[in-house]
Nanobody, 123 residues
């Protein structure tokens, strides 16, 4: 069973950057991975996703041009580079793994979840 651990969250001023990491306790190089976020009182929504090889990616419109998703399968780690952060990016960020062959764009496609890491962007 895949266990995921997120790191890299924190408090940053608007316009700043953070890089989130999602590491697995066992190899997950054959899994698609997604980053979700959940703000207080809101649904958990997909922000970015990447297929198993890293060739295909997806970004929600609100983060295009600011966030980048990538992976290093040799390290069993997926990254979310977040630049030009805005206060509305404040949320708990979760990574999740899917057995989907391509990019998994629906929440129900994900089988394994991390515990989340808090990202707070101050204005």
């Amino acid at each position: 069973q895949v266990q995921l651990v997120e790191s890299g969250g924190g408090l940053v001023q608007a316009g700043g950057s953070l890089r989130l990491s999602c590491a697995s306790t066992r190899t997950f190089r054959h899994y698609a991975v997604g980053w979700f976020r959940q703000a207080p009182g809101k649904e958990r929504d997909l922000v970015a996703a990447i297929n198993w090889s890293g060739v295909s990616t997806y970004l929600v419109d609100s983060v295009k041009g600011r966030f980048t998703i990538s992976r290093d399968n040799a390290k069993d780690t997926v990254y979310l580079q977040m630049d030009s952060l805005k206060p509305e990016d404040t949320a708990v960020y979760y990574c999740a793994a899917s057995t989907s062959w391509g990019v998994a764009s629906e929440r129900y496609e994900y089988d394994y979840w991390g515990q989340g890491t808090q990202v707070t962007v101050s204005s």
